[in-house]
């Protein structure tokens, strides 16, 4: 059951363009046949399964998406980014994400935007912080402790030093 007679939401390029598609099956050989910014239609001998997780290599590109559908050897493969299909097509050296999209943000953006779209490091770096705080809450509690039980040591000692002085001056 293809998508492939559906009205589009954006104008489709198409090509005959020889591409690489990486998969569980390995990488092989496919052709684009027409690209969008969202999405591509491949045509290969042995397509992969309806919702497995693809690569599509493209000259220096690499884009990143999930098989949609799978219609003989036709297959649509909807895009994790959106991309520029004029940069992709022209060759041009750099991203092909769109200035809009997660991936392009990460890489403008600088190191805060980059922390601040990647969840896994703030997780971390959460976890962190909280490690700190226990740790520290921990050392200041026993260090309270210890100074208390040394306070206690102290004053029975004084007060074992004041029988011992009493006694010795009253045989």
Request: charged share 20%.
């Amino acid at each position: 059951m293809a998508d492939v007679d559906k009205p589009r939401v954006e104008p489709r390029t198409r090509m005959s363009l020889a591409a690489r598609l990486r998969c569980t099956q390995g990488e092989r050989a496919m052709t684009v046949i027409d690209l969008s910014s969202r999405g591509l239609l491949g045509m290969m001998s042995d397509p992969p399964a309806r919702g497995e997780f693809v690569e599509v290599r493209i000259g220096g590109h690499s884009l990143i998406g999930h098989v949609r559908w799978r219609a003989g050897g036709r297959f649509g493969v909807v895009l994790r980014e959106r991309i520029s299909v004029s940069a992709l097509l022209g060759g041009s050296a750099g991203s092909a994400a769109l200035a809009g999209s997660r991936a392009a943000r990460r890489v403008s953006g600088g190191m805060l935007s980059a922390i601040g779209s990647d969840s896994t490091l703030v997780a971390r770096a959460m976890q962190a912080v909280l490690l700190v705080i226990a740790v520290g809450g921990a050392s200041y509690a026993m260090v309270r402790y210890a100074s208390s039980s040394l306070a206690s040591v102290t004053r029975a000692q004084a007060a074992m030093a004041g029988e011992n002085a009493a006694a010795s001056r009253n045989p």
